[in-house]
Nanobody, 126 residues
Framework: QVQLVESGGGLVQAGGSLRLSCAAS????????MGWFRQAPGKDREFVGA????????YYADSVKGRFTISRDNAKNTVYLQMNSVKPEDTAIYYC???????????????????WGQGTQVTVSS
């Protein structure tokens, strides 16, 4: 059974940085696309970015492009979300996600996700 476990959330000041981790287990992830979504209070869950586990290719939502970076460590089966120059509007619960059916461009819809993590809270103070 595939499991995704996020960590690294917390409180950060606007303009600061934070790194989230997603430890994956229970599957062979070389053919998966991994990604991050977020959900702010009262809003729908939205796509943040995705990475191909095999090639390392990445794709980002316009709202985070140039500020957030996704990377992966194959040896540790872990995906990271480096968040720089954070803004109060980045405040949300951040979810790690995985799909075996779609690539980085096709992952942007929640209906296309096969596995979700439990989420980690990120709060950006102004």
């Amino acid at each position: 059974q595939v499991q995704l476990v996020e960590s690294g959330g917390g409180l950060v000041q606007a303009g600061g940085s934070l790194r989230l981790s997603c430890a994956a287990s229970g599957g062979t992830f070389s053919s998966y696309t991994m990604g991050w979504f977020r959900q702010a209070p009262g809003k729908d869950r939205e796509f943040v970015g995705a990475i191909s586990w095999s090639s390392g290719s990445q794709y980002y939502a316009d709202s985070v492009k140039g500020r957030f970076t996704i990377s992966r460590d194959n040896a540790k089966n872990t995906v990271y979300l480096q968040m720089n120059s954070v803004k109060p509007e980045d405040t949300a619960i951040y979810y790690c996600a995985a799909t075996a059916r779609f690539g980085i461009l096709g992952m942007a819809s929640t209906e296309r996700i096969d596995y979700w993590g439990q989420g980690t809270q990120v709060t950006v103070s102004s």
